[in-house]
């Protein structure tokens, strides 16, 4: 069955250094893949999308990566801030028409601390 | 910037009884969805909907499940008779078209919890 896996339930980065995010997946080819930012109470909010001809997307101090022979996609925020901490969650497509359903992982819960 | 909004943002209700959560989705998406999240787990889909009718549904949306769009502005999602594992956080989403490749835009939730 289709699996997605975060790199861990936790993770404490130094404010000012790089946090680095990873989503693993198997039983999937997906055409894209997303990462949304979610805080305690809220919905996700979207933050990037990397299509699978795409290797890597920026924005502002964000970073996505998509490695399709590995089933990797990895998560960078550079100059990380306080303000950064939140559940960071990868979301993967179905395969199939127009309103595809996401599939999430579970999440990483990153704390940057001052 | 244009969100999507969700009431009520907390329901209780006692197992058994029919729940109508309502949505707001983004105006000019086309696309809509509900997830739900157990506390502690993951987003996990239910269903999706485009041009008045179900697109896509999980092993979750069984037969207690309905999803209508009543008017050109909501979005609601029905649980027939409830059961205690049906609490949960309940999150809806619109995409603008083609759907696919597009960012999901999520409102902030109902709270459920079923007595």
């Known amino acids: 069955s289709q699996k997605i896996e975060q790199n861990s339930e936790a993770l404490n980065i130094q404010e000012g250094k790089t946090a680095t995010l990873t989503c693993n997946y198997t039983?999937?080819?997906?055409?894209?893949l997303q990462w949304y930012r979610q805080d305690p109470g809220r919905g996700p909010v979207f933050l990037l999308l990397?299509?699978?001809?795409?290797k890597e997307k920026r924005k502002e101090r964000l970073k996505v990566t998509f490695d399709t022979t590995l089933k990797q996609s990895l998560f960078h925020i550079t100059a990380s801030q306080p303000a950064d901490s939140a559940t960071y969650l990868c979301?993967?497509?179905?395969?199939?028409?127009?309103?595809?359903?996401?599939?999430f992982g579970k999440g990483t819960h990153l704390i940057i601390q001052p | 910037e244009p969100e999507v909004t969700q009431t009520p943002s907390h329901q209780v209700t006692q197992m058994g009884q029919e729940v109508i959560l309502r949505c707001v989705p983004i105006?000019?998406?086309?696309?809509f969805y509900w997830y739900r999240q157990i506390l502690g787990q993951k987003v996990e889909f239910l269903v999706s909907?485009?041009?008045?009718?179900?697109?896509?549904k999980s092993e979750i949306f069984d037969d207690q499940f309905s999803v209508e769009r009543p008017d050109g502005s909501n979005f609601t999602l029905k649980i027939r008779s409830t059961k205690l594992e049906d609490s949960a956080m309940y999150f809806c989403?619109?995409?603008?078209?083609?759907?696919?490749?597009?960012?999901?835009?999520f409102g902030d939730g109902t709270r459920l919890s079923i007595l």
């Open positions: 989403a619109s995409s603008s078209p083609p759907g696919r490749n597009q960012p999901q835009h």
């Open positions: 039983n999937y080819s997906p055409a894209y």
């Open positions: 990397i299509r699978e001809n795409e």
């Open positions: 979301a993967l497509d179905k395969t199939g028409g127009g309103a595809d359903g996401l599939t």
């Open positions: 105006s000019n998406h086309l696309y």
């Open positions: 909907f485009y041009n008045n009718e179900i697109s896509e």
